[in-house]
């Protein structure tokens, strides 16, 4: 691993901490005797550090995850996909005009989900009591959440 | 000479007050450490023990109940009880649970959950949630509490005023503003610290033949759609900053409906709990919330305490609860598969 073209490849690995101890040692030992490679070292470092300290950490969204945590618990198979068959322009096209007319059939007459009178005041349920007794576990969280399940009086409708 | 002395004295009477006011300015320039009450008062569950007395107060269908109730809390251990003229109805806490007693139906519901998230963990998502602001100090029941608001750094959220013990940072005063902006809440009127209560204060002694539920349980993500009959999916929108918390089996003390899995997340303030269960087309006690008119409609409710969204699909049911805006709600809802 001593040349100079080796030793350039790893640098990135180096400078990311992905490198076992003895190739750590190599690449520092060969650094110190060659000032290409050293330069090279120094150009890495001063664009990663540019990129590190002008880029925001930024979390991938909540929905990401869950997509794929669903997508692996999913107790069904998927189905095997359609490959060679799809490719056939005949067949693609068919089978796009058979999704529009099930896509328009179902925007005109289907089911669809809507709001069934908006926001209305109802007793609190057995789920929104479940629900402030778990949001009520710490001191701060939502603590008159839970203290409302035992404390409210029985005539203003919260079950008791 | 005597002019001399005069001015001497009028310079140390300056210099004095100077002095004092700078002091002065320098202590309200360095409020306490804000992030470090908040954390403290968090968890201040599992140090002071105490007994109180605290005033309720809360909307419920367009009019302010309120209500008073009486505290014994020892460590983790905490008890509510309601003053009645016979007996009220009570509910025991602990780090592992409730149990929550109604003398009137002689129902004793236990509620056992397990966190995915320790108290420490729960400090930080709060603090990167909610900017938490010093606005002074001030006495409630007789004891020196700091004022700090919670600000949400996200709009639409619910926000907490607390005031907290200086000394024993115990929480004696909560107002909470759900995302609509209606005010619920909590002030203890009365206080005294103890070396802690009886363990007995804390065993559940419901009345003779009361009938006990075991409501929520914690539930093992590989067998948890087994227990329920339907694949118990996170949903794929959640609000930013909310983090899975805990997965429970919910059994519904109606009896009628079927068994839910509950899925909770928390952004260190507000839970958000989404359940799913098999399409409850049988169930008809008012107890489980208002019914959708028929499948594949969203129905939304507000019962004061909270906001809650119901889908009713051919395959399963879905029950979001959270304090968040409805249009959030549905969104969650909606976006379970």
């Given at each position: 691993?001593?040349?100079?073209?080796?030793?350039?490849?790893?640098?990135?690995?180096?400078?990311?901490?992905?490198?076992?101890?003895?190739?750590?040692?190599?690449?520092?030992?060969?650094?110190?005797?060659?000032?290409?490679?050293?330069?090279?070292?120094?150009?890495?470092?001063?664009?990663?550090?540019?990129?590190?300290?002008?880029?925001?950490?930024?979390?991938?969204?909540?929905?990401?995850?869950?997509?794929?945590?669903?997508?692996?618990?999913?107790?069904?198979?998927?189905?095997?996909?359609?490959?060679?068959?799809?490719?056939?322009?005949?067949?693609?096209?068919?089978?796009?005009?058979?999704?529009?007319?099930?896509?328009?059939?179902?925007?005109?007459?289907?089911?669809?989900?809507?709001?069934?009178?908006?926001?209305?005041?109802?007793?609190?349920?057995?789920?929104?009591?479940?629900?402030?007794?778990?949001?009520g576990?710490?001191s701060i969280t939502d603590r008159a959440a839970y203290l409302t399940?035992?404390a409210?009086?029985?005539?203003?409708?919260?079950?008791? | 000479?005597?002019?001399?002395?005069?001015?001497?004295?009028?310079?140390?009477?300056?210099?004095?007050?100077?002095?004092?006011?700078?002091?002065?300015?320098?202590?309200?320039?360095?409020?306490?450490?804000v992030?470090?009450i908040v954390?403290?008062a968090l968890?201040q569950?599992?140090?002071v023990?105490y007994?109180a007395t605290a005033s309720l107060s809360m909307?419920?269908?367009?009019?302010?109940?309120k209500s008073t109730i009486s505290i014994?809390h020892?460590?983790?251990?905490?008890?509510i009880?309601?003053?009645?003229?016979?007996?009220?109805?009570?509910?025991?806490?602990?780090?592992?649970?409730?149990?929550?007693?109604?003398?009137?139906?002689?129902?004793?519901?236990?509620?056992?959950?397990?966190?995915?998230?320790?108290?420490?963990?729960?400090?930080?998502?709060?603090?990167?949630?909610?900017?938490p602001r010093y606005e002074g100090s001030e006495r409630v029941a007789g004891r020196d509490a700091y004022v700090i608001e919670l600000?949400?750094?996200?709009?639409?959220?619910?926000s907490k005023k607390i005031w907290v013990d200086v000394h024993s940072q115990t929480v004696l005063r909560s107002i909470d503003r759900?995302?609509?902006?209606?005010e619920r809440g909590m002030e203890i009127t009365d206080i005294?610290?103890?070396?802690?209560?009886?363990?007995?204060?804390?065993?559940?002694?419901?009345?003779?033949?009361?009938?006990?539920?075991?409501?929520?349980?914690?539930?093992?993500?590989?067998?948890?759609?087994?227990?329920?009959?339907?694949?118990?999916?996170?949903?794929?929108?959640?609000?930013?900053?909310?983090?899975?918390?805990?997965?429970?089996?919910?059994?519904?003390?109606?009896?009628?409906?079927?068994?839910?899995?509950?899925?909770?997340?928390?952004?260190?303030l507000?839970?958000?709990?989404?359940?799913?269960?098999?399409?409850?087309?049988?169930?008809?006690?008012?107890?489980?919330?208002?019914?959708?008119?028929?499948?594949?409609?969203?129905?939304?409710?507000?019962?004061?305490?909270?906001?809650?969204?119901?889908?009713?699909?051919?395959?399963?049911?879905?029950?979001?609860?959270?304090?968040?805006?409805?249009?959030?709600?549905?969104?969650?809802?909606?976006?379970?598969?």
């Amino acid at each position: 691993m001593s040349n100079c073209r080796t030793i350039q490849n790893l640098l990135s690995d180096y400078r990311t901490d992905l490198l076992d101890e003895r190739e750590r040692a190599q690449i520092e030992s060969h650094i110190s005797e060659c000032p290409d490679c050293a330069r090279e070292l120094e150009l890495l470092d001063s664009v990663l550090s540019l990129v590190e300290n002008n880029t925001p950490l930024c979390e991938p969204p909540a929905g990401l995850w869950n997509g794929v945590y669903n997508r692996i618990t999913d107790p069904t198979p998927r189905r095997a996909r359609l490959g060679g068959w799809f490719l056939t322009p005949v067949h693609a096209a068919g089978v796009g005009l058979a999704a529009l007319a099930i896509i328009v059939g179902l925007y005109v007459s289907g089911p669809r989900p809507q709001v069934v009178g908006s926001a209305s005041m109802a007793p609190a349920d057995d789920y929104v009591l479940a629900h402030a007794l778990y949001a009520g576990q710490a001191s701060i969280t939502d603590r008159a959440a839970y203290l409302t399940y035992v404390a409210t009086p029985s005539d203003s409708g919260v079950p008791n | 000479m005597k002019s001399r002395r005069m001015l001497g004295l009028v310079l140390a009477l300056v210099c004095v007050g100077a002095g004092t006011g700078l002091l002065v300015s320098r202590l309200r320039a360095h409020p306490p450490p804000v992030s470090a009450i908040v954390v403290s008062a968090l968890m201040q569950e599992e140090t002071v023990p105490y007994t109180a007395t605290a005033s309720l107060s809360m909307p419920y269908q367009g009019r302010m109940v309120k209500s008073t109730i009486s505290i014994i809390h020892s460590h983790d251990a905490e008890k509510i009880s309601r003053p009645s003229k016979g007996d009220g109805p009570w509910s025991i806490k602990d780090a592992r649970g409730s149990c929550a007693y109604c003398p009137k139906s002689n129902r004793l519901v236990v509620n056992r959950w397990s966190s995915m998230l320790t108290p420490e963990e729960r400090g930080r998502l709060l603090l990167a949630n909610y900017d938490p602001r010093y606005e002074g100090s001030e006495r409630v029941a007789g004891r020196d509490a700091y004022v700090i608001e919670l600000v949400p750094k996200h709009q639409g959220r619910a926000s907490k005023k607390i005031w907290v013990d200086v000394h024993s940072q115990t929480v004696l005063r909560s107002i909470d503003r759900s995302c609509d902006g209606e005010e619920r809440g909590m002030e203890i009127t009365d206080i005294h610290y103890t070396a802690g209560a009886d363990k007995a204060a804390f065993t559940p002694h419901p009345k003779a033949g009361a009938k006990t539920l075991i409501s929520c349980k914690p539930a093992d993500p590989t067998t948890l759609d087994s227990k329920v009959g339907v694949h118990v999916t996170l949903p794929a929108y959640i609000p930013s900053g909310f983090k899975l918390e805990g997965r429970h089996l919910f059994t519904p003390p109606c009896g009628c409906c079927p068994i839910c899995g509950q899925l909770t997340y928390t952004d260190g303030l507000c839970v958000i709990s989404v359940f799913q269960s098999r399409p409850d087309t049988k169930c008809t006690s008012t107890c489980c919330g208002p019914k959708a008119a028929r499948p594949g409609t969203y129905r939304a409710t507000c019962c004061g305490i909270t906001g809650s969204g119901r889908i009713t699909r051919k395959d399963k049911t879905i029950v979001v609860i959270a304090d968040l805006p409805p249009t959030e709600l549905r969104k969650i809802a909606e976006s379970v598969k």
